[in-house]
Structures are given as C-alpha cells and as structure tokens.
Antibody, heavy 121, light 110 residues
Framework: QVQLVQSGAEVKKPGASVKVSCKVS????????VSWVRQAPGQGLEWMGW????????EYAQKLLGRVSITSDTSTSTVYMELTSLTSDDTAVYYC??????????????WGQGSLVTVSS | QSALTQPGSVSGFPGQSITISCTGT?????????VSWYQHHPGKAPKLMIY???NRPSGVSDRFSGSKSGNTASLTISGLQAEDEADYYC??????????FGGGTKVTVL
C-alpha cells in the first residue's frame, strides 16, 4: 500500500534551518508529485510547495520564496523539504502529501504522519 | 496568494445536511475545476474527500458531494453523522501554478 513516512520531530533555534524527509513506498516514485503542507498551532492548513518528481520542477508559496526548498532523491524514493531562517512563526506540524496520479492538481490522496518542528530559543 | 474564504463553523443535527462554502477568485476557484476538500481530525493526517470539484476518491462515502458556481465551491455532507465532526478545508489550484487552502471550517454535530 502507498505509504509516506516522515522524519521525526525537531527543535530548532531561531535563525537555524530544518530539513524534513518524506520516504515514499508502494508506488512508482516518479509517477506522482509530492507537496508539503504545514499547520501551525491553532491555525489552518497552509500549502508550502510541490515538486514534480519526473521533471524535478518545483513551485513554492509566495510567502516562503527564498526560504523553502523541496528536493527529491530517486535512488531512495525520498522527498526533502528544507526551511531556512526559522522564526517562531515556523513552529508547526509539517506534512508531505502525494499528488494523486492522473488526477487534478491539489488532489493530495496520501499523507505522511506529520513532523512537528518547534522553533524556540 | 490569499487564503480561500470559508465559514469558521457549521453545525447540524444527526441526519441533517450541511453545506460548507469556499470562496476564492477567478484566479483560483473560479478559473479552474481544480477544487479539493479535506477532512481533518486533530492529531491525524488530513483525508481527501473530494477532488476536481465533485469527484470522490475510492472509499469516501457518497454522503459527501462537491459543487461549484462561479468563484464559490461547496461541500455538502448529507445524513450527518457523529464521525463527520472534524475540520474541513478546501483547496484550489491557482493561475500561478500553486496551491492555496481555505481557512478551514469546524463542523459540529449537535
């Protein structure tokens, strides 16, 4: 079955960077894009960006441009999301999600378990 | 890109139908038939309920249905059940090849 397994919780200081991994299994890695979504405490879901695994192309949310980078490693079927210059506003649960193959955009049909990133001095 | 607009909360009695709206612009909701809806129980990963405005993924109850008119999409839950109590988010593709979520709607079963 399709699975997305994320790396564990992280605690970072303001100004630091964090890199969260998302290892996928159960389908052909290059057949579906992967998106990243986060949820800050008490807030709603926020789309961060996505990567087309086949072409390696990416798109990012305007507010995160310059701080976020999504990459993939086809040898390990793993997608990475790195966020730099962290502030307390980046404290959130970060999810990776698969773009449903052969479906419309923003159809995220399988999700990772979430990774809590806490930014605190 | 501004978040799509959803009501903060909607409630209903078991067995009733409720509708959640999701309002965007012609650059997102109104411009494409690429609206999805997610159910989110606290502490769990979101679940895709509707994609492409009105399509249900395999395994999703037919009590959930989606539609769109102009810049507003809607999710209707028929025959409301206790297990439907959750947060619901809409999402849309945008003209800049990005995604955007709504602010979320808390559904309460009375």
């Amino acid at each position: 079955q399709v699975q997305l397994v994320q790396s564990g919780a992280e605690v970072k200081k303001p100004g630091a960077s964090v890199k969260v991994s998302c290892k996928v299994s159960g389908y052909s890695f290059i057949d579906a894009g992967v998106s990243w979504v986060r949820q800050a405490p008490g807030q709603g879901l926020e789309w961060m960006g996505w990567i087309n695994i086949y072409y390696g192309s990416t798109e990012y949310a305007q507010k995160l441009l310059g701080r976020v980078s999504i990459t993939s490693d086809t040898s390990t079927s793993t997608v990475y999301m790195e966020l730099t210059s962290l502030t307390s506003d980046d404290t959130a649960v970060y999810y990776c999600a698969r773009d449903m193959p052969a479906a419309t955009p923003v159809a995220f049909d399988c999700w990772g378990q979430g990774s809590l990133v806490t930014v605190s001095s | 890109q501004s978040a799509l607009t959803q009501p903060g909360s909607v409630s209903g009695f078991p067995g009733q139908s409720i509708t959640i709206s999701c309002t965007g612009t012609s650059s997102d909701v109104g411009g494409y038939n690429y609206v999805s809806w997610y159910q989110h129980h606290p502490g769990k990963a979101p679940k895709l309920m509707i994609y492409g405005v009105s399509n249900r993924p395999s395994g999703v109850s037919d009590r959930f249905s989606g539609s769109k008119s102009g810049n507003t999409a809607s999710l209707t839950i028929s025959g409301l059940q206790a297990e439907d109590e959750a947060d619901y988010y809409c999402s849309s593709y945008t003209s800049t090849n990005k995604g955007v979520f709504g602010g979320g709607t808390k559904v309460t079963v009375l």
